[in-house]
């Protein structure tokens, strides 16, 4: 009887499995969420002039279920005090999908650049290898910009490359920033930007569902970074793999989602 039993449900149990194999229901189709919508336990910070770890003004927080950039308790001269805050694992092949949306105020002695500016750095180097007074970390950014004068083009979904080269259009680009063919979003419209990043082959950039923005070949180099320790930045060598963080430099942003989808090699 028992053994008739499973005969019959045995048809049953191989289609089931079947069917969770072809819906993709295995762990590198899912969807990671780095933002947990209630803390930042996962990941580090290290903001210049600070050592690791020390996150100076409370500048990264969670309120509202939202990730918040914040200045509201620095005072003085913003001082070069830009930050990045670290997921702690780092990754190569992935899909990644930030939802982000700009805040005021701005924190009016920062550099006139980083107005409605910010981002996210991906193929980083780990922040623990980052001396106290190193500014920006050796990696590839997604820069997010948003309207400052109605009506004048600022696409968003940028590439620039703190201590980076990459390939565009058949070369290394000597330009640090590449502007993408995004749209201009008002800073309080909340924007989806997506990053699909195969090691060190290609990668591509997607604002709002639109592919904006595609290179290759992201590799240590160039200039912008500064005071980092000599052997991490050994020039030409591919970067196949590193860490994602989040931007801050003076303008305050909001984060409601930061997912991750890990990718076959």
């Keep these: 009887m028992i053994r008739n039993h499973l005969k019959s449900t045995f048809p049953s149990i191989y289609l089931i499995t079947l069917f969770l194999i072809v819906s993709g229901c295995n762990p590198k ?25 020390d996150n100076f003004g409370d500048t990264f927080r969670v309120e509202d279920g939202i990730l918040k950039v914040r200045y509201d308790q620095y005072e003085g001269d913003y001082n070069e005090r830009y930050g990045h805050l670290y997921y702690n694992t780092p990754y190569s092949n992935y899909h990644l999908v930030v939802e982000y949306r700009f805040a005021n105020p ?3 002695t920062a550099p006139g650049y980083t107005i409605m500016n910010s981002g996210v750095m ?30 004048e083009p600022r696409p968003t979904g940028n590439m620039c490359s703190p201590g980076t080269d990459v390939i565009f259009e058949g070369k290394i680009d000597p330009r640090h920033c590449i502007s993408s063919t995004s749209d201009t979003y008002p800073p309080e419209e909340w924007v989806k930007a997506e990053l699909i990043v195969r090691g060190d082959s290609l990668i591509t950039h997607i ?15 160039g200039g912008v970074a500064n005071r980092y320790d000599e052997r991490i930045k050994i020039d030409g060598k591919p970067l196949r793999e590193g860490f994602i963080a989040l931007q801050s430099e003076g303008q305050p942003i909001d984060f409601r989602k930061v997912e991750l989808k890990v990718l076959e090699n």
């Design 106 to 108: 701005w924190y009016d």
């Design 29 to 53: 189709n899912e969807w990671i969420q780095l933002f947990n919508g209630k803390d930042i336990k996962d990941w580090t910070v290290k903001i210049h002039h600070y050592d690791v770890g």
């Design 207 to 221: 604002i709002n569902g639109e592919k904006v923005l595609e290179y290759s070949k992201p590799q240590i180099g």
């Design 122 to 151: 991906f193929h980083s180097q780990d922040p623990r290898t980052m001396p106290k007074e190193q500014d920006w970390p050796i990696s590839v950014e997604m820069q997010f910009l948003a309207e400052v004068k109605k009506g």
